[in-house]
């Protein structure tokens, strides 16, 4: 037995919202708040369907508003830190500072030098048929692709939120993205 088959007996019982958090990734999270209120020996799905034969139409009720008040205290959360980081974000756009503001594009402007650099010497190194240069490069390239790969995603990130600053500067509203989505639709159900 597993959640899946829990999660059609909860809905069937009353309750939609728990019943498809089960089928789902949430699905122990759902199972666990479930085993409590029903009563159940521990939380797993066999343990579980157990008690739910024996559970009545309040106790699937409050499991079911437990597990609504558990989304919603998430939305919440992360509703207030999207807010935070968007404090931030309109903080640092109205920053008088210059390296406040100039950070990000020195960041870029540096990593698009180093890449030019290393190119620079790989190309030196071949033209002069140096092998002793290119076996050390070849020999760094794991922490080169992990030293680069942070860099790269930090660069990621950082044009990310730029464009997020240049919609909302624009607009004077920010654009949540998918996950401002789901947490915006998650808190107008309540």
């Not at 007996?9 to 409590?36: H, W, Y």
């Not at 207030?80 to 950070?103: F, K, N, P």
């Not at 509203?173 to 309540?190: E, I, T, Y």
Request: aromatic share 6%.
């Amino acid at each position: 037995m597993d959640w899946g088959n829990i999660a059609r007996q909860v809905i069937g019982l009353g309750a939609p919202i728990l019943g498809t958090a089960l089928g789902g990734p949430l699905g122990a999270a759902a199972g666990r708040i479930l085993a409590e209120v029903v009563g159940a020996s521990d939380a797993t799905p066999e343990a579980v369907g157990k008690a739910l034969t024996t559970s009545s139409a309040d106790q699937i009720a409050q499991a079911e508003n437990t597990w609504a008040e558990a989304i919603r205290a998430e939305a919440e959360a992360a509703r207030g830190s999207v807010a935070e980081t968007q404090a931030t974000i309109r903080a640092e756009l109205g920053s008088e500072d210059l390296l406040q503001r100039l950070w990000r594009p020195l960041y870029a402007l540096e990593l698009t030098l180093e890449c030019a650099a290393l190119w620079a010497v790989l190309v030196h190194e071949f033209w002069t048929g140096d092998m002793t240069a290119i076996n050390a490069l070849i020999g760094a390239t794991g922490l080169l692709v992990s030293y680069w790969g942070f860099r790269f995603g930090v660069l990621g990130v950082y044009m990310s939120g730029r464009t997020r600053e240049k919609v909302c500067a624009a607009t004077g509203q920010n654009d949540p993205g998918v996950f401002g989505k789901l947490v915006k639709a998650v808190v107008k159900r309540k």
